[in-house]
């Protein structure tokens, strides 16, 4: 099994095919997002393949030391920041094949006008914290 | 009261409650509840026959979950029967559960979460916790395995490779958590061995046996991996080595070779080496070639080209490695490694940093790193 984290950017991947604001949906439309996205975490969790998920505030603080004794220095939100992450998902799947067939499926969750969005997810794979038994 | 001594006794059990009438996902179920009761109250009540408890327990748990199932259903069937007549002890019911959990039509990964729950008398939230995924995601991987084999005849005998490429599998998940993985592998090897007198179920156990004895010298005290020929060859296990060249020896006598009976031997031949200078690389390119010829393995014959570059110097070595798909993982370390060997730590350097950027795992990554960062001090200075 090899663990993926999905990506949902704010900003920062490519346009999406049906790309209008969640602000310029129906509010059934948005509904209708919603119960996608939770069926489909409820899915993975069946199927055994979900580790986490969670959505993200846009807003976000950068922070940095400022040396030993003082405290952290605090900035931004910087307008320039080019990425901006949505939220993210954690999957642990039997293959990359799988894991993109997962990511397409996410990428279609419906949006204005009912149609998919077809949205950019980006897939990422974790890095194992541990050496083979054989070497 | 020893953990692992009453995990052995978990496949037998559910053996014995299958062959009473239960199927085989609500037997594993009542097993593990046993197996709670048991934790709880042997410590102070230890029992004269901890199996013949165990049956007792766990009959008594499949009866009451049947029950609760039956009045949920508002059905009365087949509950209270007489137990069907065992069939008595001709067919071992712990080498069954080894084929079902390994049957061809669960995936890997379910596999060897029913394999270490079912055979290896592990809880779910152990597993979990080993492969670090959250509990309920392993709960639902394991039911769903149930469900896949529920159709499958507990009396059918499987294919011993698959059950191999299970258990090999699971060991090199290696260690993390409260749970060895690789010791469990063994130790469900080490069983299964004593089963079957198949000679790659003791190839594979000596592989494992000779890669766990360097286990102690494979990395530091901060954690970093010490390459093969810089372990301190003291900390090696001689016991679990002498075990493993046994094993070995035994299999390798019965003239039908296999993938991991080679490997074994390639290990071997490390193992017996008391410096890294004195390893026999000629005989270990030897058993590559074999396992190349068994397997058609890309990664052998990878692995075969730095054997060769140690056997016949480092241009043969980079020779050997034309031909081979650089996509390959590890492939421009090996190359990393010969250039260097070769006299061009320039190239060497850069091979270095590249393979780091694409390695898959932290320990890896870092040694990489290392090496390229030693390189190019080495230029500067």
Redesign the interface.
Known sequence: MAKYLLLKHYRGAPASVNDVPMEQWTPEEISAHMQYMRDFAARLAGTGELVDHQALLPEGTFVRSDGEGRPPVTDGPFAETKDLIAGWMVIDVESYERAVELAGELSAAPGAGGEPIHEWLELRPFMSERLLATE | MNESLLRELVPAVIGVIVRRGADFAAAEDAVQDALVEAVRVWPDDPPRDPKGWLVTAAWRKFLDAARAETSRRHREERVDGEPEPGQGGAVDDTLQLYFLCAHPSL????AVALTLRAVGGLTTRQIAQA????E???????S?AKRTVSGVRFNQTGDVATVLRVLYLV??????GDVDL?AEAIRLTRQLAVRTHHEEVAGLLA??LL??A??PA??GPDGR?VP?AEQDRGLWDTRLIAEGLDVLQAALARDRLGEFQA?AAIAALHADAQKAEETDWVQIVEWYDELVRLTGSPVARLNRAVAVGEADGARAGLAALAGLDPALPRYTAVEAYLRERDGDPVAAARLYAEAARS???????DHLTRQAARLNARLRG
């Open positions: 995936t890997p990964a379910s492969y670090l995924v959250p309920a995601t392993m709960a639902q991987r394991i769903r060991f090199n998940e290696g260690y993390s690789a592989l494992m890669h766990h360097r286990r494979r990395t991996l093969l490997q390695a898959s795992s932290l320990p890896e990554r």
